[in-house]
């Protein structure tokens, strides 16, 4: 399998709360949940908790030993809840929290596992894009936008609003009526979207944290179709560059309404998903991913 990435902060001098990383058959990506100026019991932060999390996850994938990806991941948020427990109330729901998107190749299978509002796009030869997202952060959010998606991005009321949006779906994290995802108790990964493809039918797979799948599910500069089609022609970075484009020429949330004006932005794409009959020759081997 062949992954070429690409990431960018929300902001240059803040650190990166989205995590994507591969193994020679698997690659994870997740996206931190948190907000500045809001009270945390975690001393460590998102990004810390991302990393730790993402590179446990790509620590057990590496073993390539066909365990159920739910399996996986719950033994993945034991191992980290474990590692700040002591120092940290895990349980409190500002601690911080994740997205978890899984696709993985097993043999001529293709496994998936989704987790919260990151986005997986199964690029089906000769048939339309199979996309696949959990929904359940956004119903539930959707109750609680209308006082932040009014006031322009960037003031006070803005801010206010925002805050106290993350507080309401804190209430609602990874309870049942609510919503899931990572953070201190495994159990939430038997939540996840799960499934299986034959890999031989797919041209490839794009995983997507929230800030790179608003090109579509935000801002509507494209369909799905022409996202692989533009990620396959120019590369991931591309997406990033129209996203941020668009950010700017919209820096109060008038004509598209969000929490955060710039989001960190992360996408993976996946291909050579089945190397039966893949001759390498020098000038066709995968060239190194790009972080």
């Known amino acids: 399998m062949q992954v070429v990435m690409a990431t960018d902060p929300a902001k240059p001098d803040q650190p990166n709360e989205d995590f994507t990383g591969a193994v020679p058959n698997a690659v994870v990506l997740l996206d931190g949940a948190g907000l500045a100026g809001t009270t945390s019991t975690c001393l460590h932060g998102v990004a ?164 790179a799948s608003r090109i579509v599910d935000q801002f509507a500069l494209a369909d799905w179709p022409a996202v692989l089609a533009l990620i396959a022609a120019e590369g991931p970075a591309e997406v990033i560059r129209q996203v941020r484009a668009a950010e700017a020429s919209d820096p109060q949330g008038r004509r598209w309404p969000r929490a955060k004006t710039h989001d960190d932005a992360t996408l993976a794409r996946c291909t050579r998903l089945v190397d039966a009959g893949w001759i390498e020759s020098a000038n066709d081997r995968p060239r190194s991913t790009h972080l």
């Open 48 to 211: 810390w908790y991302t990393r730790r999390l993402g590179g446990a996850l790509l620590g057990q994938l590496a073993a390539d030993d066909g365990q159920d990806l739910t399996a996986i991941l719950g033994q993945a948020i034991a191992q980290i809840a474990d590692a700040h427990r002591d120092t940290c109330d895990i349980s409190d729901p500002s601690s911080p929290s994740a997205t978890v998107t899984i696709f993985r190749i097993d043999d001529n299978r293709a496994d998936y596992l989704a987790l919260a509002d990151s986005v997986l796009v199964l690029d089906h030869a000769g048939d339309a894009p199979e996309v696949i997202t959990d929904g359940r952060v956004d119903a539930v959010g959707s109750r609680y936008r209308a006082a932040m998606d009014a006031a322009p991005n960037g003031n006070i009321e803005h801010d206010q609003a925002l805050r106290e949006y993350i507080e309401a779906l804190r209430a609602h994290r990874n309870q049942p009526g609510g919503f899931w995802v990572a953070a201190d108790d495994p159990r939430a990964a038997a939540e996840a979207l799960t499934g299986s493809r034959p890999a031989e039918g797919l041209s490839s797979a794009v995983l997507l944290s929230d800030g």
